[in-house]
């Protein structure tokens, strides 16, 4: 079964602090790709990083990190000095490989609503 | 350039009528997807073209629910006789390549019409 899991419903931090989300993940495939987005109180989907299942390289973008962990099924997400516009409802997704999945849909977890305090 | 567009933005209907959402995406995407989104959840998968052909359409709820995209371009997701429980924001995505010769491939996300049934 495929599957993602954010345990954390809602998080609340104030500015400056680091914060984590995590995402946990089930797929019967080896092949199949993590994705982090972001939505603002706007509504619109941001993407923010996308990741394959063979590369297991941690990645650094600014103020964002991700650590991928195969040996656990995660897919973390961290926000360092985190700001007032950080705040928002982030979704980890799943994407399986064509082989299952024609036609690419994502996946989603339920999502993490991060609030940032100033 | 424009991103996904969407529209309407919000859209009431009563109970029983017949509702026409349509999306317009980046220009050149292959790839156009439906979802769902419930009040504090995260997206749920509808329906899947790549071009003009409808690939996928295990997502969607029932017969009522019904989409197209004819010109490969503009799709529209129409739904008959709307219920209550259809009450929820539809997101439109595209994305430039076809899985199949990409894997998964990022979307991008419109921002959505929150459809309301009274």
Same mark, same amino acid.
């Given at each position: 079964?495929?599957k993602v899991t954010q345990a ?12 984590t989300?995590d995402c946990v993940y089930e797929t ?6 993590l ?16 990741r394959?299942s063979?590369?297991e390289?941690n ?7 991700w650590n991928f962990q195969k040996s656990t099924s995660s897919f973390n997400f ?14 980890c997704?799943l ?24 | ?51 003009? +052909?409808?690939?996928?359409? $295990?997502?969607?709820? &029932? ?8 010109? =490969?371009?503009?799709? @529209? ?15 439109? +995505?595209?994305?430039?390549? $076809?899985?199949?010769? &990409? ?8 921002? =959505?019409?929150?459809? @309301?049934?009274?």
């Open positions: 079964a495929q954390q419903t809602e998080i609340s931090v104030v500015e400056k602090e680091d914060v989300l019967r495939d080896t092949t199949y790709y994705f982090w987005y972001k939505q603002p109180p706007s509504g619109e989907l941001v993407f923010l990083i996308r394959n063979f590369d390289q990645e650094i973008s600014g103020r964002y990190s961290t926000i360092t000095a985190s700001q007032v516009v950080d705040s928002a409802v982030y979704f997704a994407s399986e490989a064509a082989i299952y999945n024609q036609g690419g849909k994502l996946i989603f977890g339920q999502g993490t609503e991060l609030s940032v305090k100033p | 350039g424009a991103g996904v567009s969407q529209s309407p933005r919000y859209k009431v209907a009563k109970r029983g009528q017949d509702v026409a959402l349509r999306c317009d995406p980046i220009s050149g995407h292959v790839s156009l997807f439906w979802y769902q989104q419930a009040l504090g959840q995260g997206p749920e998968f509808l329906t899947y073209f790549q071009n003009e +052909a409808q690939l996928d359409k $295990s997502g969607l709820p &029932s017969d009522r629910f019904f989409a197209e995209r004819p010109e =490969g371009s503009v799709s @529209t997701l129409k739904i008959q006789r709307t219920q209550q429980e259809d009450s929820a924001v539809y997101l439109c +995505a595209s994305s430039l390549r $076809s899985p199949s010769s &990409s894997g998964g491939s990022e979307q991008y996300f419109g921002p =959505g019409t929150r459809l @309301t049934v009274t």
